[in-house]
T-cell receptor
Framework: DTEVTQTPKHLVMGMTNKKSLKCEQHMGHRAMYWYKQKAKKPPELMFVYSYEKLSINESVPSRFSPECPNSSLLNLHLHALQPEDSALYLCASSPGQGVYEQYFGPGTRLTVT | QKEVEQNSGPLSVPEGAIASLNCTYSDRGSQSFFWYRQYSGKSPELIMF????GDKEDGRFTAQLNKASQYVSLLIRDSQPSDSATYLC???????????FGTGTKLQVIP
């Protein structure tokens, strides 16, 4: 089973709202990722968790706050977003331990109004 | 700067033909290479990965890696209209838990 799930599928939020995106995988993978993707652009890495510890933060603004409660779950907390943050947010996982192929979830389409 | 380059296309091929997608990378130390297919409005789907020089085949797909020339390619045999998508090349530089994506090549298979 190479499935990564994400909720919600779509999210509309105002600039003063607080919301969270959720990601789950049950493949026993030890690395999980958040990406942001704008139309006609490749995915842009935001965060990497390896063995439940934040290992890479690609200088993402603090209005995005990641959390990894356990090895299967990854959250992205959103606060005071800007309209330019509207995008497809993708979660991915990979086995870790030198194995880097990443499996993506279906994504959350975020619109900030 | 470490880069992964792809021709943005669109690459148009007739149904039943071989589609050839190419990718070059600048980091000579790169160790693992991936091809993703992304339909419009959907998330990327991993279709091939290759770690060693040479060819790797999976069904209608063949990935080819030439580390000396720093390119990786994807061949799609017997192309179908359902193969029409954007194909993203991704490269892992080695030792890091991240990949660098190319900008993608849009493939159109004409019935």
């Amino acid at each position: 089973d190479t499935e990564v799930t994400q909720t919600p599928k779509h999210l509309v939020m105002g600039m003063t709202n607080k919301k969270s995106l959720k990601c789950e995988q049950h493949m026993g993978h030890r690395a999980m990722y958040w990406y942001k993707q704008k139309a006609k652009k490749p995915p842009e890495l935001m965060f990497v968790y390896s063995y439940e510890k934040l290992s890479i933060n690609e200088s993402v603004p603090s209005r995005f706050s990641p959390e990894c409660p356990n090895s299967s779950l990854l959250n992205l907390h959103l606060h005071a977003l800007q309209p330019e943050d509207s995008a497809l947010y993708l979660c991915a996982s990979s086995p870790g331990q030198g194995v880097y192929e990443q499996y993506f979830g279906p994504g959350t389409r975020l619109t900030v109004t | 700067q470490k880069e992964v380059e792809q021709n943005s296309g669109p690459l148009s091929v007739p149904e039943g033909a071989i589609a050839s997608l190419n990718c070059t990378y600048s980091d000579r130390g790169s160790q693992s290479f991936f091809w993703y297919r992304q339909y419009s409005g959907k998330s990327p789907e991993l279709i091939m990965f290759i770690y060693s020089n040479g060819d790797k085949e999976d069904g209608r797909f063949t990935a080819q890696l030439n580390k000396a020339s720093q390119y990786v390619s994807l061949l799609i045999r017997d192309s179908q209209p359902s193969d029409s998508a954007t194909y993203l090349c991704a490269v892992n530089p080695g030792g890091y838990q991240k990949v660098t994506f190319g900008t993608g090549t849009k493939l159109q298979v004409i019935p």
